[in-house]
């Protein structure tokens, strides 16, 4: 049996994470989008079979699109299809969503990077930001405060 996915209580279940989002970017308003996948996919990520941590989000055309994503095929799921896993998927935003972003990327030259993957209402989601990308002296800030905060509750589980 498959090990089903977390949920938070609203109907929604983690499926992909991308955690050095934090830490490669500062990152900024956060809007969720609607993926657009073929039923391979679909089943695919309802197994926890996804990747976000190399991906990315263009703007061409006026749509966005994701870049970089991996979703593996299962090999009973697509038997009749040739899946590729890396390929470009459309992102389903609002007018208003998708003006804010190209205004912010074009214009002030943030970037657009996915931060999460999860289901909710049956429907596959990302979950996006406008991210600033960080120096290396701001990676070392935050090497040093996430140690610090590792070591404050070190001490103080033990004081106590």
Sequence with gaps: MSKKNPT??????????????KFDYFLGDRFE????????????????KAQIAEAHVIIKDGEAWLLGAVITP??????????????TRKLLLH??????LIGQVERK?????PTALYFK?????????IG????????????????WQRDKQRIMRHSM
């Design 8 to 21: 938070n209580g609203k109907g929604q279940s983690t499926i992909a994470l991308n955690k050095k989002a």
């Design 33 to 48: 989008a609607g993926l657009v996948l073929e039923g391979w996919e679909v089943k695919a990520l309802r197994e926890g």
């Design 74 to 87: 299962l090999l009973q799921a697509s038997t009749h299809v040739n899946p590729d896993p890396t390929r």
């Design 95 to 100: 007018e208003k969503e998708l003006a804010r």
């Design 109 to 113: 030259g943030f970037t657009i990077v």
């Design 121 to 129: 209402r049956g429907k596959a989601k990302l979950e996006i930001a």
């Design 132 to 147: 600033e990308g960080k120096k290396s002296h701001d990676k070392r800030a935050t090497l040093k405060e996430r140690d």
